[in-house]
């Protein structure tokens, strides 16, 4: 059986491929970036912070656009637990 007798089958394979050589290092690239924790200048206590980011989730919102920070841990917490986080418009 052709591929080319089936264009399912080669859609199929070529959407596999683009996913592997274009989106796969988007995200382990971002991944990667993210996983170390950050010490950045807190806009709302004005102290450092260190920060340690959620990378899985930064990794797969990636894939699709500009990653989505969330910070997972953070020095100041449990005192600034709910704080808006606007120190990773920075990040």
């Known amino acids: 059986m052709s591929p080319f007798t089936h264009p399912w ?5 070529i959407a596999a491929f ?3 050589f274009v989106v796969l290092p988007v995200v ?4 990667l970036r993210h996983r170390k924790p950050l010490v950045l200048d807190c806009p709302e206590s004005r102290e450092r912070a260190a920060v340690i980011v959620d990378a899985r989730k930064a990794a797969l919102t990636a894939a ?3 990653p989505r920070l969330r910070v997972t841990l953070c020095s100041l ?5 709910d704080c808006g986080q606007t120190c990773l418009k920075k990040a």
């Open 28 to 31: 382990v690239g971002a991944f």
């Open 9 to 13: 089958i080669l859609l199929g394979a």
């Open 18 to 20: 683009g996913a592997l």
């Open 77 to 81: 917490w449990p005192e600034r637990k």
């Open 64 to 66: 699709v656009g500009e």
